[in-house]
């Protein structure tokens, strides 16, 4: 079966593009990232915040069976065009990643299907790799150098 | 309970990714690992069990300390680098897939349970 979700990550850029195609209307797809109820359901989050329009901010977290809350993620919404497009900021709280920008496009394919592109754009190229490849041995090289400003922090000094 | 974990399943959580970041380097204790989290800490701790059982982490004894580091032969073996970010994106676009379906008119299973 054809992989419906493609990463596209060229070398020495600081973004990436992630591409899948739906089973589904277009307006279902982007009903999906507009209703807090509805992204509660597959992102598997609590959505605190969801402001959809210009200046709007959002703010998730996930936690863990026992409720404690493992992540939280927030950002602000620049542009939201119901059915065309959607860009925000996402940033992991409490993690030494930075900001990144996410330019998430929505169209119709047919009547029954769409596609959704996300191209995300990051602080730096090692940033990105370290997000794609952070858990292999060509991203732990990679990282090296800003692991080594990043560990180097005084919180990460106390032992 | 599954002993021997996914690989992939382990690393595709982002609070085990950060952890796999911060010990890229240097090898921590629990608690200097926890420090960086707002979690709790036997929520970190469970965490670094995963990682710990699937080999991606190794303990090594320091005097009365553990320190956790990175196993650079467990990551060498995992192949294809991008795989797991692909899966995680995957495996969150099925589920909107599949909830949405829920919300399609007709012979949908919103449909279906009213139709029970």
């Not at chain 1, 060229?10 to 195609?21: C, P």
């Not at chain 1, 597959?42 to 402001?51: A, N, R």
């Not at chain 1, 940033?91 to 592109?117: C, G, H, R, W, Y």
């Not at chain 1, 090289?141 to 990460?156: D, G, I």
Request: with cysteine; hydrophobic share 40%.
């Amino acid at each position: 079966m054809e992989r419906k979700t493609k990463i596209h990550a060229e070398d020495g850029k600081q973004e990436l593009v992630i591409t899948r195609e739906f089973d589904l209307p277009l307006e279902l797809l982007f009903k999906a990232y507009e209703e807090s109820e509805i992204v509660e359901q597959w992102m598997g989050t609590k959505v605190l915040k969801l402001e959809n329009k210009r200046h709007g901010g959002w703010q998730f977290e996930t936690s863990d069976g026992k409720g404690n809350v493992v992540l939280r993620m927030n950002g602000v919404i620049h542009e939201f065009v119901p059915d065309q497009k959607i860009t925000r900021t996402f940033e992991m709280e409490n993690t030494p990643f930075a900001v990144q920008l996410e330019f998430l496009e929505f169209e119709k394919i047919t009547d029954d299907t769409s596609k959704l592109t996300m191209q995300i754009v990051y602080k730096s190229v090692e940033l990105r790799d370290q997000m794609l490849k952070l858990p292999f041995a060509q991203g732990i090289n990679m990282a090296h150098n800003r692991l080594q400003e990043v560990l180097s922090k005084p919180a990460y000094r106390n032992r | 309970m599954n002993l021997r974990r996914d690989v992939f399943q382990a690393i595709a959580d982002p609070t085990r990714r950060a952890i796999l970041l911060l010990v890229a380097t240097q090898s921590l204790t629990a608690g200097a690992i926890a420090s960086n989290f707002d979690t709790a800490r036997p929520t970190v701790s469970k965490h670094l069990q995963i990682l710990t059982e699937c080999e991606l982490l190794e303990q090594e004894q320091n005097g009365r300390e553990i320190h956790y580091h990175i196993n650079a032969k467990k990551m060498k073996e995992v192949a294809d680098f991008i795989e797991p970010f692909r899966k995680m994106w995957d495996d969150r676009f099925n589920k909107l897939e599949a909830v949405m379906k829920k919300y399609l008119p007709g012979s949908t299973a919103t449909g279906k349970s009213k139709n029970k």
